[in-house]
C-alpha cells in the first residue's frame, strides 16, 4: 500500500490516542471538500454523528484537485467550528488509502453517492466496515445546537452576518447605495392576488360538547397578499410597478385594486365571474394562529382571458426591466401563458425570476424556464426534481439544471436560505448559506414574498446574487418583525443597515 502523507500519519496518531481514551466508542468517517459549510453539510454531519460515537473529517486538500474553491485551512476552520465534529484534519491521500489505515467503524457519504462507484467500498469490506448513506432529511430541526458556532445575536433580535458579507467581498454599509439603485425600476409582477385577513380572537376554552376550542372574534384586519404583496413591496422599494392578476368580481378585489393604487401600484386586473377572490382567513389567539380557511376556486383561467392578458403585456413589456412570476398554483398562470410571457421577455432581454408556492397545494417551480433565479422552499425544489433523498447542493444543481436557470436561493424555514450561485469560472457553481437575520420573528407568513421582491430588484439593479441575496434576507427579518403584509420601504431596510 501507498505510504501516507506525513499529516495523515500525524492524524491517524491523534486518532488513536482518542481510541485509547474511549474504549469501546464507534469512530465515523467523513471526508469531502466542505467549501462553505451549509444546512446540507450539517444534515450529513449530525446523521453521521448519530451512527457512532466519534465523528472524524477529513477535509480535501487543495492539492488533490477535487474542485475546491475555498483555501484548505478555511474550509478546515469551518469544519472544526461544528459541535458535533470531534477531530478535523487535511485529507492529502485518497479517502480510501486512509480508511484502509484507519479503519473506521462506519464511513458515511450523501445519499446521491448510493447509486455510483464508492471507492471506499473495497477498503471498508477489507476490514468489516459499514458504508451508509445519508439522505437529505427534510425534518432537520437542531438549530439550537448550533446557536454557539452560527449565531452572533445583535442587542435588538437582528444578526447582520458580517462574516457573510467578507466572505463575498462587499460592505453591508455600502448596500445603502444598492438600495438607492432600486428607484425607478421598471417592473412587472404576474400571479395569484390573495386577500389575507387576520381575525384576532379571545380563547375563551374549550367546548363541553365536543373537544373543540371555542374562540370570540374581536377584531379583524385586512392585507393585500399573495402577487399583490409583492407589487406592493417593489412599489415601495422605489420600482414602477404593473401588476397582472385574475381575481373575482367582489368587494374583495375592489378593496385590493383600492389599497394597491394607494401604493403606487399599475394595477391589471382581470375580473372572472366563475370565481371569487381568493380569500385567506387566520384566526388567531395570544398570537398564535389556531386556525386557517381559505376561500377560493382553482380552475384554470379560459383563452379569452389568456388572450386579454397577453395582449396588454406585451404592451407593457417594452419599457420593462424585471419581470417577477409569483405563482400560489390557483389557476391564473398555466403553462401556455407562461410559455407565452417567458418568450416575450426573452426576446426583449428582460430580467426573469419566479417563484412557485406548493404549501398546500401541488406546484412545479421548474416549469418557469431561463430565470435569473428561482425561489422554492426545499419541499418545493423536491417535488419539482422528484428527489427526496438527494443532498441540498445536488438538489439545488437538479433544479437548476431542470430549469435552466441561472442561480438557486432555496429558503429553508429556520435554517435560511441556501444560494447556490453561477461564478465567473465557466460551468463552476458556488454554494454558500445565509442565516435568518430576524431571531425573534413574530408572522413568517410573508418573509419568501419580501425576499423574492428585494433580492430580484436588488439583482435587476446591478447587484451580485451574493448582495442580492443578503438585501433579499434583510427584507426578510423586516417582514417578519411585524404581524400582517405590510409593504416594505427603502427605510426600513436602510434603518437596519
Not at 483555501?71 to 491521500?93: C, K, M, Q, T, Y
Not at 392576488?193 to 373537544?211: K, Q, V
Not at 423586516?478 to 409593504?487: H, T
Request: glycine share 6%; hydrophobic share 40%.
Amino acid at each position: 500500500m501507498k505510504k501516507l502523507h506525513e499529516d495523515s500519519l500525524k492524524a491517524l496518531e491523534l486518532i488513536s490516542n482518542l481510541r485509547k481514551q474511549k474504549r469501546n466508542a464507534k469512530f465515523v468517517f467523513v471526508s469531502g471538500n466542505f467549501n462553505i459549510v451549509h444546512p446540507g453539510h450539517l444534515r450529513l454531519l449530525r446523521f453521521a454523528k448519530e451512527c457512532g460515537n466519534i465523528l472524524v473529517v477529513g477535509v480535501y486538500a487543495d492539492s488533490l484537485d477535487t474542485g475546491a474553491v475555498l483555501p484548505e485551512n478555511n474550509r478546515l476552520e469551518g469544519v472544526d467550528s461544528i459541535s458535533w465534529v470531534d477531530f478535523a484534519f487535511i485529507l492529502r491521500d485518497s479517502s480510501q488509502s486512509f480508511i484502509s489505515a484507519l479503519k473506521p467503524d462506519i464511513i458515511v457519504k450523501g445519499q446521491e453517492h448510493e447509486a455510483h462507484c464508492n471507492p471506499e467500498q473495497a477498503a471498508v469490506d477489507a476490514y468489516g466496515g459499514k458504508l451508509l448513506f445519508c439522505s437529505g432529511d427534510l425534518t432537520f430541526s437542531s438549530i439550537d445546537l448550533l446557536r454557539k458556532e452560527l449565531m452572533v445575536s445583535s442587542s435588538d433580535g437582528f444578526d447582520l452576518q458580517q462574516e457573510f458579507a467578507e466572505r463575498h467581498s462587499f460592505s453591508i454599509d455600502s448596500l445603502t447605495e444598492q438600495i438607492g439603485k432600486m428607484k425607478n425600476l421598471n417592473v412587472v409582477v404576474i400571479g395569484d392576488l390573495i386577500i389575507d385577513e387576520y381575525i384576532t380572537c379571545e380563547a375563551l376554552g374549550m367546548s363541553r360538547e365536543d373537544p373543540t376550542i371555542v374562540v370570540s372574534p374581536i377584531v379583524s384586519d385586512k392585507f393585500v397578499g399573495g402577487a399583490g404583496i409583492v407589487a406592493a413591496h417593489a412599489s415601495g422599494l422605489g420600482g414602477k410597478v404593473s401588476f397582472f392578476t385574475v381575481c373575482g368580481n367582489d368587494e374583495n378585489s375592489i378593496y385590493a385594486e383600492n389599497e394597491l393604487k394607494n401604493h403606487g401600484v399599475s394595477v391589471h386586473f382581470y375580473r372572472d365571474e366563475s370565481r371569487p377572490t381568493i380569500h385567506k382567513q387566520r384566526f388567531r389567539a395570544e398570537n398564535k394562529t389556531l386556525l386557517r380557511v381559505n376561500h377560493l376556486k382553482q380552475h384554470t383561467i379560459n383563452k379569452s382571458l389568456t388572450s386579454l392578458i397577453i395582449k396588454e403585456l406585451e404592451r407593457v413589456l417594452e419599457s420593462t426591466e424585471l419581470l417577477i412570476f409569483s405563482d400560489f398554483n390557483y389557476g391564473m398562470l398555466h403553462q401556455e401563458l407562461v410559455d407565452h410571457v417567458i418568450s416575450i421577455a426573452r426576446k426583449k432581454n428582460i430580467m426573469m425570476v419566479a417563484d412557485s408556492q406548493s404549501s398546500s397545494q401541488t406546484g412545479d417551480v421548474a416549469r418557469f424556464k431561463y430565470m435569473n433565479f428561482l425561489k422554492p422552499t426545499e419541499h418545493e425544489a423536491r417535488l419539482s426534481v422528484r428527489d427526496h433523498n438527494s443532498g441540498l447542493v445536488i438538489l439545488a444543481e437538479k433544479l437548476r439544471k431542470m430549469a435552466k436557470c441561472k442561480n438557486i436561493l432555496m429558503t429553508l424555514g429556520e435554517e435560511g436560505v441556501l444560494i447556490h450561485a453561477q461564478t465567473s469560472q465557466k460551468n463552476k457553481w458556488m454554494t454558500d448559506q445565509l442565516r435568518p437575520m430576524n431571531l425573534a420573528p413574530r408572522d413568517v407568513a410573508g418573509a419568501g414574498d419580501s425576499f423574492l421582491t428585494c433580492s430580484s430588484m436588488a439583482m435587476a439593479s446591478g447587484s451580485s446574487i451574493w448582495q442580492s441575496a443578503y438585501l433579499g434576507s434583510l427584507a426578510a427579518a423586516c417582514q417578519v418583525s411585524r404581524i400582517g403584509n405590510i409593504p416594505l420601504s427603502k427605510d426600513d431596510l436602510r434603518r437596519k443597515i
